[in-house]
């Protein structure tokens, strides 16, 4: 059994008490033993109920004093590891790729645990790859320092690191996204993660376990990395309370985060925010109907509990109805399972109430059920008391009402996905629509399109700002070296959103002028 204490200005700090972590396979085979070990292991950790073979670890529980501690220790760290030169900073991105892939399997395994499907987890490591590849470490070190040559001067454009910045990862994906600390690390800042009490484990082995001992290698200060278990609102209190904390890195939802970006602001915080998606996905007349539908059936893997996958689908009409009967053969091949089991997609939904209200207000509003809308048991068949649900597929008929239904306006994360066919079949009208439809979605994560007219294409890269990524005849979902792999606009980013690079965000521009000694009113005024 993996066991984490919280780990703080490189100590080792015991907490005042466990959350313990039972494999998501044990709730599917067995809930009331999966769940009655862990509240045994809880309530009495040193019950023989820790040698079951459905327990995986446990991380202790931080205190208040233990989150102001890891920030304390954050900051003592902060001017030290911004001293360590650049060209050692970003050698933690090749040294952190080499780490996940000599540790890969016992990566995967974490999160499969977790209830992440192999394949999924394979993707979310495919992330961390292309995050932290040659190319893309290259293109962060151009963007970090700039040097020119001005005459007797040396002029110097670079990002400085903002300070102490404060991780709060997201229950979905805990431990890619704390592994995103490594390119904060890169930047020159010291770091805070919290661990998600409920789903902690993943989180600390990488933290601990990963990126602790590179930075141990390159002699990083004590401090320079920390990481809790502790309760959400707690740790978010604490860390806008202390005066040492500098950014904060927050993933949630869309009213929760833009209120809690008013609060950084208020209380001099930098917010760096990863919210709601709701991406939009377009399929032009002339697309492979084929890939196209396989991009589409991306909505479904982990079940829609991924923030990035397509949320709505805009189809030229006069391709609608192949379309349509395109993805509901390729959604076949998404399949529930344990999550150990190679290709399953589909992971357990807990809470499915918003799911039905969600489906029968669209069937209520005039959508067309075109596939799904069951629960389903481990293997598939339709059940009242299945934990998993049907891939399901809506018809919405015109466009200009569309964001009537909440499965439109919103992003559900459910395997639910409506598809619009517009009314109006004139190109140049359909074009500017579809256009019109992505830029006032008024969130903004990622938007794909689906076209082999060369003027389509390039009328659609043109004219979409909305987002922080685009992608044509491509997976909607992969990840790619250089380009972002998390950021977007308005109620995804909030009001300074974008795409977002960690190692950028939470660094600041500055100038700097190296003179070999010019008579300063010269330097004004001239010779």
Request: hydrophobic residues 40%.
């Amino acid at each position: 059994m993996r066991s984490y204490d919280s780990y703080i200005g490189d100590r080792d700090v015991p907490g005042a008490g466990w959350v313990y972590t039972v494999s998501s396979r044990s709730l599917l085979e067995d809930v009331f033993t999966s769940v009655s070990v862990k509240r045994t292991l809880e309530q009495n950790p040193d019950s023989s109920a820790a040698l079951h073979p459905y327990v995986v670890g446990r991380a202790a529980v931080a205190t208040t004093e233990d989150i102001d501690a890891a920030v304390d220790a954050a900051v003592h760290a902060r001017t030290g590891w911004a001293a360590v030169p650049l060209d050692d900073r970003m050698r933690l991105g090749e040294l952190f790729l080499t780490q996940l892939r000599e540790n890969r399997e016992a990566f995967l395994s974490l999160l499969m645990a977790e209830a992440h499907p192999r394949m999924l987890a394979e993707w979310e490591l495919s992330c961390l790859e292309q995050v932290y590849s040659a190319e893309s470490c290259s293109w962060y070190r151009q963007q970090m320092q700039a040097e020119f040559q001005y005459g007797p001067r040396r002029l110097v454009v670079r990002r400085s690191p903002d300070g102490v910045v404060c991780i709060n990862p997201p229950q979905n994906a805990p431990a890619p996204s704390a592994a995103l600390a490594v390119l904060v690390l890169m930047a020159g800042n010291t770091v805070v993660v919290r661990a998600p009490r409920s789903i902690a484990l993943s989180t600390m082995y990488v933290v601990r376990e990963l990126i602790a001992p590179l930075l141990t290698e390159l002699g990083a200060p004590p401090g320079t990395l920390n990481v809790v278990c502790s309760k959400p609102q707690q740790t978010l209190d604490r860390w806008l309370e202390h005066p040492g904390v500098d950014d904060i890195i927050y993933f949630g939802g869309s009213e929760e985060g833009l209120q809690f970006e008013r609060e950084c602001v208020a209380r001099g915080k930098k917010p760096v925010l990863e919210l709601a998606g709701n991406d939009g996905l377009v399929v032009w007349r002339d697309a492979d109907l084929s890939m196209a539908a396989e991009a589409v059936t991306e909505c479904f893997y982990g079940s829609g509990q991924i923030c990035m996958v397509p949320n709505y689908v805009l189809a030229h009409p006069s391709i609608a109805d192949d379309l349509l009967a395109e993805v509901v053969r390729q959604v076949a091949n998404v399949r529930p399972g344990y999550p150990e089991d190679r290709g399953v997609l589909l992971s357990p939904v807990r809470r499915s109430e918003r799911f039905f209200r969600l489906l029968r207000q669209a069937l209520d509003a005039g959508a067309e059920l075109v596939c799904g809308g069951r629960r389903t048991e481990l293997d598939g068949t339709p059940s009242d008391t299945g934990v998993f649900l049907e891939p399901t597929v809506v018809r919405v008929n015109g466009l200009a009402g569309a964001r009537r239904f909440d499965v439109v306006a919103h992003e559900t994360f459910f395997p639910l996905i409506p598809v619009v066919v517009p009314d109006d079949d004139d190109d140049v009208a359909l074009l500017d629509g579809f256009v019109e439809f992505i830029n006032s979605n008024r969130y903004g994560l990622r938007n794909s399109l689906w076209a082999e007219d060369q003027r389509v294409i390039d009328t659609f890269v043109t004219r979409t700002h909305n987002g922080g990524l685009l992608k044509v005849n491509d997976s909607h979902i992969g990840f790619l070296p250089y380009l972002p792999s998390h950021g977007g606009t308005g109620l995804t980013g909030g009001a300074f959103g974008e795409a977002n690079y960690p190692i950028l965000k939470t660094s600041h521009l500055q100038g700097v002028s190296v003179s070999a000694g010019i008579r300063p009113r010269t330097a004004v005024f001239g010779e």
